[in-house]
C-alpha cells in the first residue's frame, strides 16, 4: 500500500463522521434524508462540511479530499515576511501632497490684520 494511501486510512480512523440534514434545493432526497457530512479530525479539532452533492457517497468523499486539503494547508510553514522599504518617489510624493494641502487650508483663514 502506498505511503498516501495509508495516510488516508489512518486519517478516516482519526475522524468522527456524521451525517448531517441539508437545506436548500434538490427535492425531497436533499430535504429529508441525511445526504450531508460532517468529518471531525480528532486530534487537530479542524472540521469539515460537505453538502454540495444529493448523494452522501458523494459528499462523503468530497469530505475526506476537503479535510486532506486542510490538513495540508495547516501543516505547511508561512513564508517569512521581508520587510521592504518606501521608495524616495512615494515619499516624495506623500511630502507634496501634504504641502498643497496645507496650503489649501492656509488659504481658508482670515485675512490678518497686518495685510
Not at 10 to 37: E, F, M, Y
Request: aromatic share 2%.
Amino acid at each position: 500500500m502506498p505511503a498516501e494511501a495509508e495516510a488516508k486510512a489512518s486519517l478516516a480512523k482519526d475522524c468522527t463522521v456524521d451525517a448531517i440534514r441539508v437545506r436548500g434545493p434538490g427535492g425531497q432526497h436533499r430535504n429529508r434524508r441525511n445526504t450531508g457530512i460532517r468529518l471531525v479530525h480528532r486530534p487537530s479539532g479542524v472540521q469539515v462540511t460537505a453538502t454540495r452533492q444529493r448523494r452522501q457517497v458523494l459528499n462523503r468523499a468530497q469530505a475526506y479530499a476537503d479535510l486532506w486539503e486542510r490538513l495540508r494547508l495547516e501543516a505547511e510553514e508561512p513564508k517569512p515576511r521581508k520587510a521592504t522599504k518606501t521608495p524616495a518617489r512615494v515619499k516624495e510624493e506623500r511630502l507634496l501632497h501634504k504641502k498643497r494641502r496645507a496650503n489649501v487650508k492656509a488659504m481658508r483663514q482670515k485675512p490678518s490684520r497686518d495685510d
